[in-house]
């Protein structure tokens, strides 16, 4: 049984969508199809290239910019599944991220780290 509540699309607030473009792509190896949503420039992330290909597991992510879209730290918080918790957050520090929950083993096992992306905005990893 499918579970009955699952994100399917998430956008990520941009001040800069060219600096946001190049965070994404050097942490994640992430890569982002221009274009404009609701009139705003945007990125989508790692979106299927083929028509008739399935939504890949998980939501997929846009990058937006826009009057209604501010970078924050409060509120909900993104996860990102890698395999590789503290390799990402290396990565991420590297380009200037900022630490704000260091890369954890929790009590199941599951490894979990918090950083700002380039736009100042709250980001989780996860590895599973």
Known sequence: MSPAVRATYVEIPAI?????V??????????ARRTVIDGHPAAVLDE???????????ALIALMTGESYEPALAGTRVYVTVDDVPA???AALARAAVELY???TLPDGQTVAEFTDSEGNRLAVSDR
């Open 16 to 20: 800069d969508l060219d600096r946001a």
């Open 22 to 31: 190049a965070f994404y792509a050097e942490v994640f190896g992430a890569s």
């Open 48 to 58: 299927p290239t083929d028509d008739a290909a399935a939504l890949p597991e998980g």
């Open 88 to 90: 990402t957050l290396a």
């Open 102 to 104: 260091p890369a954890t």
